[in-house]
């Protein structure tokens, strides 16, 4: 019973890991990470209590080197 456990363990995780990859490699899951990074920037910075820019402005800026449009 032990053994038989590991191994469906084990084989889950295989089928989980691959499944992972392939999302991440999605062109979708590209654009949310995208979408996501300039949203946390916004985010900081009026949270931080920095003058507060124009949405358009954030969104093609590349101060930090991550976002890009």
Same mark, same amino acid.
């Given at each position: 019973?032990?053994?038989?456990?590991?191994?469906?363990?084990?084989?889950?995780? !295989? @089928? /989980?890991? =691959? $499944?992972?990859?392939?999302? %991440?490699?999605?062109? #979708?899951?590209?654009?949310?990470?995208?979408?996501?990074?300039?949203?946390?920037? !916004? @985010? /900081?910075? =009026? $949270?931080?209590?920095?003058? %507060?820019?124009?949405? #358009?402005?954030?969104?093609?800026?590349?101060?930090?080197?991550?976002?890009?449009?």
């Amino acid at each position: 019973m032990k053994y038989r456990d590991a191994i469906f363990a084990t084989m889950a995780l !295989a @089928l /989980t890991s =691959v $499944a992972l990859a392939g999302v %991440v490699y999605t062109d #979708a899951y590209a654009h949310a990470a995208k979408a996501e990074i300039s949203g946390v920037r !916004a @985010l /900081t910075l =009026v $949270a931080s209590g920095d003058t %507060v820019c124009d949405p #358009a402005n954030m969104l093609s800026s590349n101060e930090s080197g991550t976002v890009q449009q």
